[in-house]
């Protein structure tokens, strides 16, 4: 019999049933190993990311919080890395690669001296390497030091690639470019020099040390104060002399104001200032000062002897603080023309008089103090 075409004898079901069978089970095997070859990866990826992350925060100690560690300029990254793996420093190179591979490749790691604190965690690493830093020195000016004071100090610190000396130093605060927007009749840097504390690097230079204080005095001087200044009848230059007088006669911030009344009704009533910092002050800049006033610093011939001279000095006599500053632009409203150091209180504070009868009495007491005190 000849078998119709589409027709299926009854042994070919079998075989269909067989190949469906064994496709079905091929592809749910294919289907089983991808979900756990998934799985597995997830497992992986999830592992590292946990390696990853607690490589990355977790803080080690080390033995070098203490020393600099010099990263020189041109190194690559990665050798940066391998000279902190060596240093002991950064314990988890392996991860902060990758980090920096995956996450960080335009990270500029910069060159410079570190101290690296411990413990310390691969992260905190690389934030210091990326801020850079530069090993510095901390240059203190105290307040009431003149320009030749603080030629020396600098001179002493930071003498510059050339090793300046204080003379040549103290000829760079000649510069009165870098003040001519704020005393055009300046012929020194003298009181824009603003004490405090600096940091600066090693290799610093004093043209820079010098700018960088000009610039310091003036950040520190506010804009109101050219009103204040007004208001009293002032220049700024001179409320720059008259701060660095009150700087030298009184280191109570709480008196200024005060000593500063003093200044301002002498001025008023014509009578001499009488300031013995200003004696000091050209003891200092002829270059004989001893620690003593002596009769001829008294009776020296000299625009800055206030003894002699009526009015204020010709310019400021030291570097003056913002307390100084604030005293002379809001004195306080007194009587007061004379004043003697408070032996007695012995904190650098002062007696204040509105008579010369008062005062006499005030000045014996403290000149048998002192004579008491060069006894001993």
């Given at each position: ?39 597995i990866?997830?497992?992986?990826a ?7 992350y ?91 030091w ?32 870098l003040?001519?927007d ?73 008196e ?32 004989r ?64 008089y ?23």
């Amino acid at each position: 019999m000849t078998k119709s075409i589409g027709q299926n004898t009854h042994k070919d079901f079998p075989k269909a049933d067989i190949r469906c069978t064994l496709k079905m089970d091929c592809t749910m095997k294919f289907v089983r190993w991808l979900v756990a070859l998934f799985l597995i990866s997830a497992l992986m990826a999830g592992g590292v990311a946990v390696w990853l992350y607690t490589s990355l925060h977790r803080q080690v100690s080390h033995d070098k919080a203490t020393e600099y560690i010099t990263i020189e300029k041109g190194l690559a990254s990665y050798r940066i890395l391998d000279v902190l793996e060596d240093q002991q420093i950064l314990q988890a190179p392996l991860a902060t690669k990758i980090y920096l591979y995956l996450f960080k490749k335009d990270a500029k790691l910069e060159a410079g001296d570190y101290l690296f604190p411990s413990p310390i965690s691969p992260l905190e690493v690389l934030q210091l390497l990326r801020d850079g830093k530069n090993r510095t020195k901390t240059l203190t000016i105290p307040e009431g030091w003149t320009r030749f004071e603080i030629a020396e100090r600098i001179a002493n610190q930071f003498p510059g690639d050339t090793e300046l000396t204080a003379k040549e130093v103290l000829a760079l605060m000649d510069d009165v470019s870098l003040i001519r927007d704020i005393d055009p009749k300046a012929t020194n840097l003298e009181g824009y020099l603003y004490p405090t504390s600096y940091q600066f690097e090693l290799d610093a230079q004093p043209e820079s040390i010098i700018a960088r204080m000009v610039d310091q005095f003036k950040s520190t001087w506010q804009p109101e104060w050219d009103a204040l200044a007004r208001k009293v009848g002032k220049t700024k230059r001179e409320i720059v002399i008259i701060a660095s007088l009150i700087e030298n006669e009184s280191k109570v911030d709480a008196e200024r104001d005060l000593i500063a009344s003093v200044i301002y009704n002498r001025l008023q009533q014509g009578i001499r200032l009488g300031i013995d910092a200003t004696n000091v002050y050209i003891a200092k800049s002829l270059g004989r000062w001893d620690g003593i006033i002596h009769k001829s610093d008294v009776e020296i011939d000299h625009p800055y002897n206030t003894r002699k001279v009526y009015g204020l000095p010709p310019g400021p006599i030291s570097s003056a603080s913002k307390s100084s500053l604030e005293a002379a632009l809001k004195p306080a409203q007194t009587d007061y023309l004379y004043y003697v150091l408070n032996v007695e209180a012995g904190d650098g504070s002062h007696h204040f008089y509105t008579n010369a009868r008062d005062f006499a009495k005030g000045k014996a007491a403290y000149q048998r103090w002192l004579a008491e005190q060069r006894k001993k």
